[in-house]
């Protein structure tokens, strides 16, 4: 009970800081209308286009990545710029508890993308997006951002000893856009890609919105996608733990 | 003795502005393999919307992400003058002036020039679009001048880099607005008219164009006006740039203001 | 039982050294410290900068782990109950980061309140209480980016105090505040002690450690080299005397024939514009005067005085004599 007060707590302290950040709050927003305005005039110009819906919501959903994905791998960074990372540490709580939070919250800013890149959509292009089920819509929602928020922990606690972890961050933009079905069916990529799309919980998360919107199961796939979400918290709380013992012996995570 | 100064820096600043992002743990993924990345992502885009071939998207993408050394290592490097205290120097010298601000943009699009083409040869050899020797040969050129426009637009952004603080967040919407104006993923004539004329007005536009054609077989001489247009454009965003820089410069010297580190 | 042991601690890093070829090296930071702290003491570890005073506390309060020796807080081994340790303890340490500069102080607390597991209800009451012991009550919605030294290190007191742990660890506490704040800072350490706290603190001014410390340990180079109440280590060079004589331009060579002289138990020397400071601590039962001038034969020599000798001059006289 503690833990989940913390928790909501600490995820929104977070989201408060970060949304005062002209870098991870504004540009996140901003950098993946671009992206969107352009792939929205190549559907319009294509010949396999048809309603532009899934277009918009691809589209809306590349951003919460893109407010993830520099803010989230440099994450512990920040903290020790800050100074807080070694009191983080040294406080009772497990460092997982401390960090989930943090990665959530950023994709949580990844909400003002959808709504913005949704309004674009709509006022610019005229494009509409039904909600045919609203529950299984929001629960694919909550369900993407919690996944990538979640993905976004694996990162943060597999570079927190690079101290470039935002250029890796940054590099993982496009692939996961790409890989995760977001604009581009993942029928279309090649073979040996498709597995690792299965394995990305925002691919799952997808599906259950686009069904959500558009009519479909989706039950199945928002589960999937909160179960791969769970996995990756698991596998970066094992991670954190090993690594911070291990920082504690030879004095190597230099927490400040 | 500043003379000398300036020679020394600069060549530091120069090499910085060559390997800038000087870690390869940022190089690599930043001008390496995100180019490469883009390149893939519009390209599949194109593949699913049934627009255009690959060859379109590996060429503009290509040159478009060319902008982001030509925007950001031009920022650093007028930045890090600024820093050294090279920067009044360069700006009042009487004679050289020219010569020099050449020197330290030929390192940022000498970068632009191996993001572009590098990028270029990879994504084709990904998505299987080939160009032939002589098609390279003539693509050279254009490429050379298309980034040396981009540094003019570089310079611009440097300039207003000395003014504001979140110089990153600028560099960002340029790079935004040449993806979606230049014609890298949609040809200019399919946007709406006005867009039409913003992408005509900035670099890289024509560039791309000419790269496009050289590519299909145009001889250098079909694309010349392209090509002229281009350098043209660069020279222009060059000159208001270098003005701008001077301005503030001198300004912020005259009003003793922050020496922004 | 005290409160804090620390039996033979030892840290070493490794390291590497040499630019081109990189070698491996070994650094002794801590080389077998043994200190215990009694209930409601006032502790200070007092030493010059490297000399490894951070990285025993950084043992103490867990964060790292000993390469050798032992230690217990309250009786708790610090490897094995890391975490029990943790939230009996409170850590401090001075300099402008370690906050949430663009919270308001009272998120920050909040923060780490649930961080301490502090609960709901009790929370809004301890923080209120924690903010009116650092004098910070009414400036706490403000946010912290706009707070002098002297505040954000009240506020960091705050925070380590926000779960009423037992034991306080305070590293270099009013480093770069201004004298009135420092002053401050003291008068809210002593407080700490009132309340019943064990207080362990570090620093490299005397004048704090001999104001506030019930008991001291003087570091150098990871070893303890005199330990006891201020009172006692400036009886162990109160027999001997001080000598301050103003020199210009004396050298090297001058001031290791100096420390050598029979009798000289240390010779410092303090950088003043043109001219420099030679403080000699010699034994009492001599005047040293004339030997002394007899050896700066040849320089210019300004004033010379001699005067009791203080709490810095044990410290001088310790930390040169473990070198």
């Given at each position: 009970m503690r833990t989940l007060r913390l928790l909501a707590f600490s995820w929104l302290l977070h989201f408060k800081m970060l949304s005062q950040s002209?870098?991870?709050?504004f540009l996140a927003i901003l950098w993946p209308l671009f992206f969107a305005t352009v792939a929205f005039f190549m559907f319009r110009h294509g010949h396999r286009s048809g309603a532009l819906g899934p277009v918009a919501l691809g589209a809306a959903v590349m951003g919460v990545w893109t407010a993830t994905s520099v803010s989230a791998s440099s994450a512990l960074q920040r903290e020790r710029r800050m100074g807080t990372l070694e009191l983080l540490v040294a406080s009772p709580t497990n460092l997982a508890f401390v960090l989930l939070p943090v990665t959530l919250a950023t994709s949580t800013i990844g909400l003002y993308c959808i709504v913005a890149t949704l309004i674009w959509a709509r006022v610019l292009f005229g494009i509409h997006v039904p909600v045919e089920h609203p529950l299984p819509f929001a629960l694919g929602i909550l369900g993407i951002v919690v996944t990538i928020g979640s993905l976004g922990f694996l990162m943060a606690v597999a570079f927190v000893r690079s101290r470039r972890a935002w250029a890796i961050g940054a590099l993982t933009e496009y692939p996961i856009w790409l890989v995760c079905g977001?604009?581009?069916?993942?029928?279309?990529?090649?073979?040996?890609?498709r597995p690792i799309s299965w394995a990305l919980g925002p691919t799952w998360g997808m599906r259950a919105i686009h069904a959500g919107a558009f009519g479909g199961p989706a039950w199945a796939d928002a589960g999937v996608c909160f179960a791969l979400a769970l996995c990756y918290v698991a596998a970066g709380a094992l991670l954190l733990g090993r690594m911070v013992d291990g920082a504690r012996r030879a004095a190597t995570l230099s927490l400040t | 003795m500043k003379g000398l100064r300036v020679f020394f820096v600069g060549g530091y600043i120069s090499y910085r502005a060559l390997?800038?992002?000087?870690?390869p743990w940022v190089f690599v993924p930043t001008l390496v393999l995100t180019p490469i990345f883009q390149i893939l992502l519009f390209a599949y885009i194109g593949r699913a919307a049934g627009a255009r071939s690959d060859e379109f998207y590996v060429i503009g993408n290509a040159m478009q992400y060319a902008s982001v050394p030509c925007l950001f290592a031009m920022t650093q490097t007028i930045a890090d003058e600024r820093f050294w205290q090279t920067l009044g120097p360069i700006l009042i010298s009487p004679a050289g002036r020219l010569p020099m601000f050449l020197g330290r943009a030929l390192p940022v699009i000498a970068n632009g020039l191996f993001v572009a083409a590098f990028s270029l040869f990879a994504g084709g050899l990904l998505l299987g679009v080939h160009l032939s020797g002589a098609e390279w040969l003539r693509l050279a050129p254009v490429l050379l001048v298309a980034t040396f426009s981009c540094t003019g637009l570089g310079l611009i952004n440097a300039a207003l880099g000395l003014r504001i603080r979140e110089t990153a967040v600028l560099s960002n919407v340029f790079v935004g607005i040449l993806l979606v104006f230049c014609g890298a993923n949609i040809a200019v004539d399919s946007l709406p008219a006005w867009m039409g004329h913003v992408g005509r007005a900035l670099p890289l536009t024509h560039g791309i164009e000419a790269a496009r054609d050289v590519a299909r077989g145009a001889s250098l001489h079909a694309v010349r006006g392209l090509v002229a247009t281009e350098a043209l454009i660069g020279i222009l965003y060059g000159v208001v740039g270098f003005g701008l820089i001077r301005w503030f410069e001198l300004q912020s010297r005259r009003l003793a203001t922050l020496e922004r580190v | 039982m005290p409160v804090i042991e620390a039996i033979e601690l030892r840290r070493t890093y490794r390291t590497t050294t040499g630019v081109i070829r990189r070698r491996p090296l070994e650094v002794e930071a801590v080389r077998g410290i043994s200190f215990a702290v009694e209930q409601g003491e006032l502790f200070g570890l007092l030493g010059p900068n490297g000399a490894g005073k951070t990285t025993t506390i950084k043992m103490l309060i867990t964060l790292l782990l000993p390469t050798g020796g032992e230690a217990r807080v309250l009786g708790l081994d610090v490897v094995d109950r890391a975490r029990e340790v943790r939230k009996r303890i409170g850590y401090v340490f001075g300099g402008d980061r370690g906050l949430y500069e663009r919270l308001s102080a009272r998120d920050n607390l909040r923060y780490f309140a649930e961080l301490y597991g502090v609960s709901g209800k009790a929370q809004r009451t301890r923080i209120d209480e924690v903010l009116e012991l650092v004098g910070l009550k009414g400036r706490e919605q403000e946010r912290v980016e706009g707070y002098s030294r002297g505040m954000r290190q009240r506020l960091h007191i705050a925070r380590g105090i926000l779960h009423d742990p037992e034991v306080v660890f305070l590293d270099e506490p009013t480093i770069g505040v201004d004298p009135v704040g420092a002053r401050e800072l003291r008068q809210t350490i002593s407080d700490l002690i009132a309340a019943g706290k064990t207080v362990l603190l570090t620093t490299h001014y005397m004048f704090e450690a001999d104001a506030l410390c019930d008991r001291i340990a003087v570091i150098a180079k990871g070893q303890i080299v005199g330990e006891g109440t201020p009172a006692a280590l400036k009886a162990g060079v109160a027999e001997g005397r001080v000598t301050e004589i103003e020199v210009f331009g004396v050298d090297e060579g001058t001031l290791s024939r100096l420390r050598v002289l029979?009798?000289?138990t240390a010779v410092t020397v303090e950088e003043r514009d043109q001219k420099q400071l030679l403080v000699v601590q010699s034994d009492a039962d001599r005047e040293p005067t004339a030997v002394l001038l007899a050896q700066l034969d040849g320089f210019e020599v300004g004033r010379v005085s001699s005067r009791e000798p203080t709490l810095e001059d044990a410290y001088v006289a310790l930390v040169g004599a473990g070198e």
């Open positions: 002209a870098f991870d709050g977001f604009l581009v069916p993942i029928s279309l990529l090649p073979g040996w890609v | 390997f800038g992002f000087l870690s | 029979d009798g000289v």
